[in-house]
């Protein structure tokens, strides 16, 4: 069964190309063909649950897995109470989580494919979504203040914005 579940991890990341996707340990978990079903965790919204289920459906792994979601907070709750005893075998969610999960419980096993990205992740992550980002414009604010519309993040570093950017702090934040 073990070799199902690296199929299926495999075939997950190789599928999407789009949180990231965490190795956890095991589950007693089982479909209606009585076979052992792979427990999936993940705080993703509906749209990526469902791309997710897609790449695994027509990769064939239609009722080989359950996924159970979660807020954020709630599942980087159950993250670090719950240690080495999820019922998960995979778990996505933000880096930040994972690591400090890893970092408080060591319950994360290094993945055994290969993960080709461009920069570097710990062993046991695989980048499975990407984030966007947006600049959120206040122009009742900006026309007082005499500025002009950023083209870019570039542009935000240009003195005349100097007090009049917020940013969300990315190292605690998912949203950043």
Partial sequence: MMNCKKLMALG?????????????GGNDGT?????????????ADEEAVTAMQNALDSNGYAGKYIFQTYGTSELGGKLLAGGTDLEADLVTMS???L??????????RPLDFEVNT???VSDYTAPITSQEGAIILNTELM???????PASLKDLAD????????????QSSSTA
């Fill in 143 to 149: 026309a007082s203040e005499g500025l002009t519309a």
């Fill in 12 to 24: 997950l990341s190789a599928a999407l190309s789009m949180s990231l996707l965490t190795a956890c």
């Fill in 118 to 120: 461009l920069t570097e």
């Fill in 159 to 170: 003195p005349a914005y100097a007090g009049q950017v917020a940013v969300t702090d990315i």
């Fill in 31 to 43: 479909g209606s063909d009585g076979e052992e079903q792979v427990v999936i965790y993940s705080n």
């Fill in 95 to 97: 880096t930040f989580y």
């Fill in 99 to 108: 690591q400090s999960a890893q970092e408080q419980n060591s319950m994360f």
